[in-house]
Nanobody, 124 residues
């Protein structure tokens, strides 16, 4: 059983910060690419950030670059998304996803295991 459990979402004012966590089990975390996706009502799901299981590689979408930072702690089987300078446009359900042994970790369609999502709401 693969389980990805997100936490850390909530309501925050514009300009504020949140840190999302995703605890993984049932998957070999250290050899899985991990991604954060988001989906707002009426919008397509988008890849926000991803991090390779190989050393030293991470991706952030243009819309969040410089504000969000993805990181992982393999000892804790946890991936994080630090979100700073939040904007109302960041409001969405954020999902953690895993892609075992994925080398090209920005290929969103290759992520096969998903968490239940956590709501992030940014007020203006």
């Amino acid at each position: 059983q693969v389980q990805l459990v997100e936490s850390g979402g909530g309501l925050v004012q514009a300009g504020g910060s949140l840190k999302l966590s995703c605890a993984a089990s049932g998957v070999t975390f250290s050899t899985s690419a991990m991604g954060w996706f988001r989906q707002a009502p009426g919008k397509e799901r988008e890849l926000v950030a991803a991090i390779s299981w190989r050393i030293g590689s991470a991706y952030h979408s243009d819309s969040v670059k410089g504000r969000f930072t993805i990181s992982r702690d393999n000892a804790k089987n946890t991936v994080y998304l630090q979100m700073n300078s939040l904007e109302p446009e960041d409001t969405a359900v954020y999902y953690c996803a895993a892609a075992p042994y994925l080398f090209d970790y920005t290929r969103a369609e290759e992520y096969k295991f998903w968490g239940q999502g956590t709501q992030v709401t940014v007020s203006s």
